[in-house]
């Protein structure tokens, strides 16, 4: 199994500019989640989907970001627009939700920099 | 106060020793438990998961959970320099309706 895949590994943008990163989970999971990790803040949920729905978004910081799952092997998260304070490493993780073991799986992350 | 407190460290261990890395939690429904390790610039990797009360080994590696106090700890034995490394304390408190919340982590360092 390929793991989880995020693209792109690094991202540098300027302020204002639209950002897509995006994440195929590991198959046959159920459920995927977009976290963020910063010095200051460290690993913080964004967005919780579960059979592509999403469950809890609670953790979205404001209009500026959105999350999608189309279909079970993939999901999109952007930022339009972008700004300083969104610099931060994006992280994706996929589990099966309702086995015995359910830990999560993340992907490599995506480093985000806005200039 | 955080859902999920860790010592941020770092936890300065000698080769060979035991490191124990703490975690307590605030919500006392809280139902599965997780301990991940992150090496500097990489991913968080699930090293072990427990969900009763006791101790649960595996290999060097034992969890302890102890609902009552709502504390739970890891302990490596034999640490080694390749277990240098920051460990992240995940709690679930609503399996299906909430994802993991994880704590700040606590950086561990053993000195060869």
């Known amino acids: 199994d390929a793991g989880v895949i995020q693209s792109p590994r690094h991202e540098v943008t300027e302020m204002g500019q639209e950002v897509t990163l995006r994440c195929k989970p590991i198959?046959?999971?159920?459920?995927l989640f977009w976290y963020r990790q910063t010095m200051m803040r460290g690993l913080e949920l964004l967005i919780y989907f579960n059979n592509n729905v999403p469950i809890d978004d609670s953790g979205m910081p404001e209009d500026r970001f959105s999350a999608k799952m189309p279909n079970a092997s993939f999901s999109t998260l952007k930022i339009q627009p972008s700004e300083p304070r969104d610099s931060a490493v994006y992280f994706c993780a996929s589990s099966f939700v309702g086995g015995s073991n359910y830990g999560y799986t993340f992907g490599s992350g995506t480093r985000l920099t806005v200039v | 106060q955080k859902e999920v407190e860790q010592n941020s460290g770092p936890l300065s261990v000698p080769e060979g020793a035991i490191a124990s890395l703490n975690c307590t939690y605030s919500?006392?429904?809280?139902?599965?438990f997780f301990w991940y390790r992150q090496y500097s610039g990489k991913s968080p990797e699930l090293i072990m998961s427990?969900?009763?009360?006791g101790d649960k080994e595996d290999g060097r590696f034992t969890a302890q959970l102890n609902k009552a106090s709502q504390y739970v700890s890891l302990l490596i034995r034999d640490s080694q320099p390749s277990d240098s490394a920051t460990y992240l304390c995940?709690?679930?408190?609503?399996?299906?309706?909430?994802?993991?919340?994880f704590g700040s982590g606590t950086r561990l360092q053993v000195q060869p």
């Open positions: 427990i969900y009763s009360n």
């Open positions: 919500d006392r429904v809280s139902q599965s």
């Open positions: 198959s046959g999971h159920n459920s």
């Open positions: 995940a709690v679930n408190i609503d399996t299906g309706r909430r994802a993991l919340t």
